[in-house]
């Protein structure tokens, strides 16, 4: 029963929040007016045990009414609820957020004070804060607004939350929650809003709205999801139907909310829907918006990418929505300002104009003559789809050199893993070496189109920083760096023989003692080097590694032959205090402990950094932020960056192995076609060498355990790397296809059964990141085992097995390597690709793989009773496969590799 006169309404939808729930009604319970409200908890269906809480709580107080329905969406949940209300006022709350004690409070107070037909408070989120543009108005007090006018950003805030509504002035005007649609509170919220006479504004926090730490949230998905694209232009369609009922005034604040809503939308349409469909939303949103003007559009949208499709409508160009980059190829300038080429009326200007050109440069290189420099690098002409070699004409200028070079658009494979809009959006140009003139000279990436010329300072990135040692051509020394921010620059200095020499000496001497008097970043770093380079100048300081707390892999082969067999004195192996792995180094000599001084005097003076992972990541002491290393220490070190790879490239990988991207000298393949594709694909021309894999020496077959080894690869969007921590996962791992596959394995009653009949251990090896989400998953059962890293190395457990599984893991080129039969479990395929960023390579594993390609847990089972069966033995297809993408198995890896990088040129000094 109902307290007597409540003045508020507390509407509540439930779906599947038992972890949540519990929260949000004790939040509520603990409403300074609690006793004055009606809550109204509606279940829409939850299958986790929510509606048994609101059925409690509603035990518990008898102002709380507890009701359940068919599963059919928050909107008619909270419709219901809105029927049932019988108080003046009406706040809605969702099942997992949580009210401030004063919340409700504050909000009737200035309800009920002003006569106001909302009262509106503020709103953060959590765990994180979000910056929203309609907070804009809060923080100068409580006031009234006559109406949204007044402070026109609310109406970017279409949520009913942190608000308290006059219920009757809803009922009045006919608002209600569209139901079975996303989005479905902004059909009431933003009318609401528009036609509010006026808005009571709180100063003061009234709700917190809770960040889900998966990606389960609409919002989150927002431009995944294609319904969500019919479903918000439902929305704008709806409101656009409002504009006659408008004066003019509020008229402009909707069509505020109509341009910048939907124009994340509308710019991405044409990569999700097909002809058809793109029609349909062409015709609706030329309704919508062919009366707004282009400068008001123009002013409401984020960038000119964004505006491009409102052009489209404008002007009636289907092309130009569905596919821009067969309408816009290129740019024109006009007093410095460049606009995308399409040809408009002045009144559209605004939507063409540029608003932004980031230009990356990203390497630079001598040629083999030593007589041209080579500048490479990407630029991004925001607006403009870069799919194929845009039509304007560009050039590299020198500053200060009075030398403009012209600049040739490439294409990077890289950039189109990540945008396929930015696949043609390299360029590089050649300097002529003997055209600089002493000094230091910026770079401008100049636009030379059929209006005039416009010009863009070029900045540095991190592949240019890992490339910025001196480049020696003849008696002309040319240091890449940067002045400013970001701003890449080229020094320049003429002189040959002792004296070249020296004066170049005495530079870096005093740009070393500026840095450190003027205590810059790695100041002391830099003094320190100073100060001990003299004593170290002739060592060749090799430093290995792999991860931080790993030796198992092909730096630790390398790091075994170099000290046993070649006796190297200056090579080093940095790894963790507490690695279990130190146990393998041990009686080796030169094992260095990762943060060390030792380890941090080493980096100050290394003329190689040979790793099979990421350097930067896993050999940079823990302390030394990878931006400002690069940027002041690590040009002035110049070591050669060696990448052994840890398993063979396969897929094109090229987003995160590009040369662009790494820098590396020297990138060491174990098989021709592999070298072949990153030669080519990933642009290492020359750097990279089929040498073999070190770890390959030692590989050989000890099979006889009756062990079957599972050994899927990890999946970025399930969990957190360990290289950056901080990233979250996109998506529960617990819900996962990865998951399942795992769970229907252990679980199958037919693989126990084969095991058991014929003496077999299936022994899952999670990967290093799936390890602290996967290992629960094994049973404990003697056919089953998880193994430890620390008894028994990944290469041992290869060697080991009988048969092999896996997914997409470059394991599998190892155990096809050794002869051992293996099965490829593609058990989430388009997750993988879609979702892990991953494109298709060279290799296709049902056409050039070494084993059958099974796609759930059913057929892997099956495909693993054959090989039982058969006495785990490869098939002779599989055998010729092998052989011909292997052509050389001698076992003098090591050998080739160390050759290899013994002939790198090393720091110019």
């Given at each position: 029963m109902v307290g007597p006169d409540p003045q508020v309404t507390i509407i509540v939808p439930v779906y599947n929040v038992v972890d949540y729930l519990p929260e949000t009604l004790a939040s509520i319970a603990a409403q300074t007016v609690f006793a004055q409200c009606h809550v109204i908890l509606v279940d829409d269906g939850s299958t986790d045990g929510s509606d048994l809480l609101a059925k409690q709580f509603a035990a518990e107080h008898a102002n709380v009414t507890a009701v359940q329905q068919e599963n059919s969406g928050p909107g008619a949940a909270r419709n219901r609820a809105l029927d049932m209300a019988d108080t003046p006022y009406v706040a809605f709350v969702d099942s997992d957020d949580i009210l401030p004690p004063r919340a409700i409070e504050v909000l009737l107070k200035a309800i009920v004070k002003h006569q106001a037909s909302i009262a509106v408070g503020d709103m953060d989120t959590f765990p994180k804060p979000t910056k929203f543009l309609w907070k804009k108005p809060f923080g100068k007090g409580d006031r009234l607004l006559e109406t949204v006018v007044d402070a026109p950003e609310l109406i970017f805030d279409a949520g009913p939350c942190h608000k308290l509504y006059d219920l009757a002035q809803l009922r009045a005007h006919g608002l209600r929650f569209r139901e079975g649609v996303?989005?479905?509170?902004?059909?009431?919220?933003?009318?609401?809003?528009?036609?509010?006479?006026?808005?009571?504004?709180?100063?003061?926090?009234?709700?917190?709205?809770?960040?889900?730490?998966?990606?389960?949230?609409?919002?989150?998905?927002?431009?995944?999801?294609?319904?969500?694209?019919?479903?918000?232009?439902?929305?704008?369609?709806?409101?656009?139907?409002?504009?006659?009922?408008?004066?003019?005034?509020?008229?402009?604040?909707?069509?505020?909310?109509?341009?910048?809503?939907?124009?994340?939308?509308?710019?991405?349409?044409?990569?999700?829907?097909?002809?058809?469909?793109?029609?349909?939303?062409?015709?609706?949103?030329?309704?919508?918006?062919?009366?707004?003007?282009?400068?008001?559009?123009?002013?409401?949208?984020?960038?000119?990418?964004?505006?491009?499709?409102?052009?489209?409508?404008?002007?009636?160009?289907?092309?130009?929505f569905a596919r821009p980059w067969e309408r816009v190829q290129g740019v024109v300038a006009c007093g410095g300002e460049l606009y995308l080429d399409y040809p408009v009326t002045p009144a559209l200007l605004p939507l063409t104009r540029v608003t932004a050109v980031s230009t990356r440069v990203e390497q630079v290189r001598l040629d083999g003559s030593g007589e041209t420099l080579r500048v490479s690098g990407h630029v991004q002409i925001n607006g403009l789809p870069m799919h194929r070699p845009i039509k304007t004409s560009l050039g590299l200028r020198v500053r200060g050199s009075g030398l403009t070079v012209p600049a040739v658009i490439e294409r990077r494979a890289d950039l189109k893993s990540a945008d396929d809009s930015r696949e043609w959006s390299g360029f590089s140009a050649e300097i002529p070496v003997a055209q600089l003139r002493n000094g230091q000279h910026s770079l401008r990436l100049v636009f030379l189109t059929k209006t005039g010329q416009a010009s863009r300072q070029c900045l540095i990135s991190a592949a240019f920083l890992r490339d910025a040692p001196m480049k020696l051509a003849g008696n002309t020394r040319v240091l890449p760096g940067f002045t400013g921010r970001d701003n890449a620059t080229l020094l320049v200095q003429r002189g040959g023989g002792a004296e070249g020499r020296r004066r170049w000496r005495r530079m870096l001497v005093r740009k070393d003692l500026r840095h450190a008097l003027s205590r810059r970043p790695f100041w002391k770093q830099r003094l320190l080097r100073l100060v001990t380079e003299p004593f170290m100048r002739r060592r060749d300081v090799w430093l290995v590694g792999e991860r931080k707390d790993t030796a198992q892999d092909n730096s630790w082969h390398l790091f075994r032959y170099l000290r046993t067999e070649e006796r190297r004195r200056n090579v080093y192996y940095v790894i963790t205090k507490d690695s279990p792995d130190r146990e393998r180094l041990r009686g080796l000599g030169n094992v260095v402990t990762y943060d060390s001084f030792r380890h941090k005097f080493l980096m100050l003076h290394a003329t190689k950094l040979i790793n099979s992972y990421d350097i930067d990541s896993y050999m940079l002491p823990s302390r030394w932020e990878r931006g400002q290393f690069l940027k002041h220490l690590n040009w002035r070190i110049g070591p050669d960056r060696v990448f052994l790879q840890h398993g063979v490239t396969d897929k094109d990988v090229s987003g995160g192995l590009h040369r662009a991207k790494t820098a590396v000298d020297l990138f060491v393949a174990a098989a021709g076609k592999e070298a072949e594709y990153v030669s080519d694909r990933f642009d290492y021309g020359e750097a990279v060498q089929r040498l073999g894999f070190p770890r390959f020496d030692a590989l050989t077959p000890d099979r006889g355990h009756r062990r079957i080894l599972l050994m899927p690869t990890w999946r970025s969007y399930l969990v957190s790397p360990s290289y950056n921590p901080s990233v979250r996962p996109r998506f529960p791992f617990e819900t996962s296809r990865y998951a399942q596959f795992l769970r229907e394995l252990f679980g199958s009653e037919e693989l126990r059964s084969v095991l058991r009949r014929h003496g077999y251990v299936l022994e899952y090896l999670p990967h290093y990141e799936m390890r602290s989400v996967s290992t629960s998953l094994v049973p404990p059962e003697p056919c089953f085992a998880l193994v430890d890293q620390t008894e028994r190395s990944v290469q041992d457990s290869l060697r080991q097995c009988d048969l092999f599984i896996t997914d997409y893991s470059s394991t599998a080129f190892d155990v096809a390597y050794l002869g051992t039969p293996l099965i490829y479990a593609h058990f989430d395929s388009d997750d993988f690709f879609s979702l892990g960023g991953y494109r298709k390579g060279y290799f296709d594993h049902r056409q050039h793989g070494f084993g059958p390609v099974c796609e759930n847990a059913e057929e892997t089972v099956k495909a693993i009773v054959a090989y039982l069966e058969r006495g785990c033995v490869r098939e002779e297809e599989y055998d010729r496969r092998a052989a011909d993408f292997f052509t050389v198995q001698d076992r003098n890896n090591c050998q080739r590799v160390a050759a290899a990088i013994a002939a790198l040129p090393g720091p110019q000094r």
């Open positions: 996303h989005f479905e509170d902004a059909f009431l919220a933003v009318p609401m809003l528009l036609k509010a006479e006026r808005i009571a504004l709180v100063d003061e926090l009234v709700y917190q709205y809770r960040r889900r730490d998966a990606a389960s949230s609409i919002m989150d998905n927002l431009f995944v999801r294609t319904q969500n694209f019919w479903d918000h232009l439902e929305l704008c369609d709806f409101l656009a139907d409002l504009r006659p009922e408008l004066d003019v005034f509020r008229r402009e604040v909707l069509e505020r909310f109509l341009v910048r809503s939907y124009q994340g939308f509308a710019m991405r349409a044409h990569t999700l829907f097909g002809e058809a469909e793109l029609w349909k939303i062409f015709e609706k949103c030329t309704r919508i918006y062919q009366d707004i003007d282009p400068a008001f559009i123009a002013r409401w949208t984020a960038d000119t990418r964004h505006r491009v499709a409102y052009l489209a409508f404008k002007c009636y160009d289907f092309e130009l």
